[in-house]
């Protein structure tokens, strides 16, 4: 078989059976990320969900308070959510750092974005909040999927994915 036509059908291959698992770090791992991000974050993580949804421009980050009527929690999460968009937006990632370490991956990549190149808004949610980040640069879409990646690993206790992302999975105010 020529090389021409091996090259085009491993790319299919790789483009259309999607990898959707991310693996758990290990108890140790949890533990720590848990006890540093006690530190950074002001709502309870076991008050918590967590949910990273990858887009086709990014991705959006929620917080939700598991008790609908916690407004202590929601509260916490809006103040603590609506804080980091403007650190994010500045190219501030020092927050997610404290949490996963300097080698978190996709936090690199979006610490040398520049202002505009990553769309970053904040919205209030009934139970918590939410963060969207949308950019065309496919380098910086990566590194956010890179990222939500290496926090559904740390956070594995305390999130889950939205693989299957549509606006009627998200809150609307």
Partial sequence: MNKLYIAPFLLALFIAVPIHAV???DKQRLDEVAERGSHVMPFDLEKTTHIFSKTDTGGIQQVIAKDKSDTEQINLIRSHLSAITKEFKQGNFSNPEKIHG???PGLAELSTAKTGQIKIAYKELPD???ITYATHIEKLKLAIHQWFDAQLS??????????LHDSSHHHHN
């Fill in 128 to 130: 918590g909040a939410e």
């Fill in 102 to 104: 300097t080698s978190m």
């Fill in 23 to 25: 693996e758990k770090a």
């Fill in 154 to 163: 740390d956070h594995a206790r305390h999130a889950v994915p939205d693989h």
